[in-house]
Each structure stands twice: as structure tokens, then as C-alpha cells.
């Protein structure tokens, strides 16, 4: 964690005693900026949560490593050859949608794959005509990156009947394998890791005392899903008080993000010292709000993307633009994953059954770097493979 971070509650809190010592009750509200009749407790203080706090503490520092070796699959059948994928992405102006293809790529130059990948531009209707060329193509296996199967339900029926194999990114809420729809696997981290660690680093951060605010679209009832089970992990610690939970529907994060933001902070004012959202893209619409009332960009409110990890929350976590960390997707990683459960369905073999671990990036760990590619994947893929 940042020095100059865990010197800002000790800071508050030396304001606070101060304040205490020169005044009356009613002094203090004035002196400590962001009192208020129903605001939470000061942060400051010993947590009431030491346990909590120290599992939390735990397993923050093992999801911070960038060392971890390599846990996934180190057997499997050898490459089948002539194969031709059909990646059809959601929109590929999303980074994670993006990311996952150029790791299909990737992964398909080394096996000795064709891959095309047809872009659905994000609407139903362009969704429903690229899955529609997709099937039409007939190729060896499609990925269904980052839409639900059932709004291409037709399309999707389609392909299984044609056993051309089917494998999604995100496109369920689980990883591993689908019966309704019908998916080979699903490659994603676990939505319950991702809302757990999100949640403890937090309680981390704070020292088990923190006013939290979550940022969530409700309209999706994944992402509505994620922020229920960061309620529910925050609640772990007493002293952890969630001061706010904004419904912010995606599509119109940049239109309302800044005055959200702008909104809370006259309302919470320093009770407010972290924040954490079920995507990266809501602190990129935030940051313009905090800048515009002064606060610095190392914070706080230290702020925490709960998925994705696109090259943009990287850059804003290490120059410590108004976010502190993310929980990214290993979107390389994933996309060879792909490639190799598709050489499992054409093998006749079951999946892998791998599933990413969730890792937390933060400007102490991701070296400058712009995206989460853990070391040691390429080279047993390419061991099993034969290549």
C-alpha cells in the first residue's frame, strides 16, 4: 500500500483529537469537514473487526502477488490441426471484450488456428446479425464474447445443432460449463472472488474503519449481483459503514457519474474515504467531479474497480488518478484458455475446469504496466499442445 495513504487517517484523526481539545461539540462539527446528524463514526481509532481485518489483511497480500506460478491445466490432448474460430464480440470499444480477443489471436497464431472476429458494435440487433454470420461461416468452434447467449437465442440454437461448439467469455454468470444455453465452458474469474477481495481490500486499506460507497448498475442483474455480495462482504466488519450505494446504469455513466460523485462529497464530505464499483469505466467519468472540488488524485476516497482491469484504470492506478486499485481480468490469459478448451470440445475431452485466480493491481505491484498477464501460461499451454 502507499505511504502516503495510511498517513491520511492518522492525519484525520490528530484533527479530530485537536479538535476535541479546543471545543465544544458544536466546535467539532464545524471543524471536522463533512459532519453531519446521520453520518457514520470517525474512521479513526482501533477496528472493531481485528479479525476480519486480519484474514482481510491476508488475503489482500496473496492477491497482490505477481509471483504466483502457474495452477492451471498441465496436461491435455496434443493440438488439433486446421481449425478456424469465429470470435463474435459484444463491441470491441470494450477493452474486456477486446482483451480476450487479442488473446484468442494470440493463442491461435501459436496453436495454428484461423480466427475471424465479427463485431456485434454493442446493440441487440448488430449482436444477433454477427452471430448469425458467425453460424452461417460454419467454422470449427465460436466464442461468444461478453453477451448473453439468450438475447441470440435463435442463433445460438442453431450452432448447437449444428455441434458447432460453443465457448463463452463472461457470458454467464459462472465459469466452466453450460446446459441453458448450451456452452462448452464459460472462461471468467468468479464473480464471488471478485466481489470478496474488493471488499477486503478495503477493510484492508482502511485499517477496518471506512465510509464506503458503492457504485453499481441494477439494471444487470450480474453487476447487480456483484455489489449485493460486496454488501454482504463489508458487513463482515462493524466498522465498515456504507454510506451510499448509486444505481448508475452503464450507458449512462458518463452523463451522471460526475454528479454523483459531486453530490456525495458535499454530502459525506471526509467520512467518505473509499469507494468501490462493479467496473473500472465509473472512476475514468468520476475523476473530472473529484478534480473539479479539489481533491487529490492519490485520494482518498481511495478508490477500487471491481472488474475488468482495462489498459485506462491501470494508467489511472499508477499515476494515483483518483483510483487506488482494480481487480482486472487476465484477458491474455483467458483468451489462451479458450483456445485450449476449444482443442478439449475437438479432442472429445471434458474442460479444463481452470479457473483464474483473482489478483489486485495497485501502483506498488503493476510496475507501470497496462494490463494483468501473469507469467507461466504460454509455456504449458504450448507444452501441452505440442507446440
Known amino acids: 500500500m502507499h505511504h502516503t495513504r495510511k498517513a491520511a487517517p492518522a492525519v484525520r484523526a490528530a484533527r479530530l483529537a485537536s479538535c476535541a481539545l479546543l471545543a465544544t461539540a458544536a466546535a467539532l462539527t464545524g471543524c471536522e469537514r463533512g459532519s453531519s446528524d446521520d453520518a457514520d463514526e470517525s474512521t479513526a481509532g482501533p477496528s472493531g473487526c481485528p479479525a476480519v481485518l486480519t484474514r482481510a489483511r491476508e488475503t489482500v497480500a496473496r492477491a497482490e502477488r505477481t509471483d504466483i506460478p502457474w495452477g492451471g491445466p498441465t496436461s491435455g490432448p496434443r493440438a488439433v490441426s486446421g481449425k478456424t474460430l469465429v470470435y463474435v464480440a459484444q463491441t470491441m470499444t470494450n477493452p474486456g471484450v477486446a482483451g ?22 454493442g446493440t441487440p440487433a448488430g449482436i444477433q446479425a454477427a452471430m448469425s454470420e458467425a453460424v452461417a461461416l460454419r467454422p470449427s468452434g465460436i466464442v461468444i464474447g461478453g453477451f448473453d447467449p439468450d438475447s441470440t437465442a435463435q442463433q ?35 464473480v464471488e472472488d471478485v466481489a470478496r477481495i474488493s471488499a477486503q481490500w478495503i477493510i484492508s486499506d482502511s485499517n477496518g474503519r471506512a465510509g464506503v460507497v458503492l457504485i453499481t448498475d441494477a439494471s444487470i442483474p450480474f453487476a447487480r449481483n456483484k455489489s449485493d455480495l460486496i454488501r454482504e462482504a463489508l458487513a463482515d466488519c462493524q466498522d465498515v459503514k456504507l454510506l451510499s450505494v448509486k444505481n448508475i446504469p452503464i450507458p449512462d455513466a458518463s452523463s451522471r457519474t460526475p454528479r454523483e460523485i459531486s453530490s456525495l462529497l458535499s454530502r459525506f464530505q471526509d467520512r467518505w474515504t473509499h469507494s468501490v464499483a462493479i467496473n473500472d469505466l465509473y472512476f475514468a467519468d468520476a475523476a473530472p467531479a473529484f478534480r473539479a472540488a479539489g481533491e487529490k488524485g492519490s485520494g482518498p476516497p481511495f478508490n477500487i474497480g471491481a472488474g475488468d482491469g482495462d489498459p485506462s484504470a491501470f494508467q489511472r492506478v499508477n499515476s494515483e488518478q483518483y483510483q487506488a486499485a482494480t481487480v482486472p481480468e487476465p484477458l491474455t490469459l483467458q483468451g489462451w484458455q479458450i483456445v485450449d478448451e476449444f482443442n478439449r470440445a475437438f479432442s472429445g475431452r471434458p474442460d479444463s475446469g481452470y479457473v483464474a485466480p483473482v489478483h489486485i493491481a495497485t501502483a506498488d505491484n503493476s510496475e507501470g504496466t497496462t494490463a494483468w498477464d501473469p507469467s507461466g501460461y504460454r509455456e504449458a499451454y504450448r507444452a501441452i499442445w505440442g507446440k
Open 100 to 121: 480476450a480477443a487479442n488473446g484468442v489471436r494470440d493463442a491461435a497464431r501459436a496453436i495454428g488456428w484461423n480466427v475471424r472476429v465479427i463485431d456485434g458494435g
Open 156 to 190: 445460438t440454437a442453431r450452432a448447437n445443432a449444428q455441434r458447432i461448439p460453443l465457448i463463452g467469455w463472461h457470458a454467464v454468470p459462472d465459469p466452466g460449463p453450460s446446459s441453458r444455453p448450451d456452452l462448452f465452458t464459460n472462461v471468467t474469474t468468479r
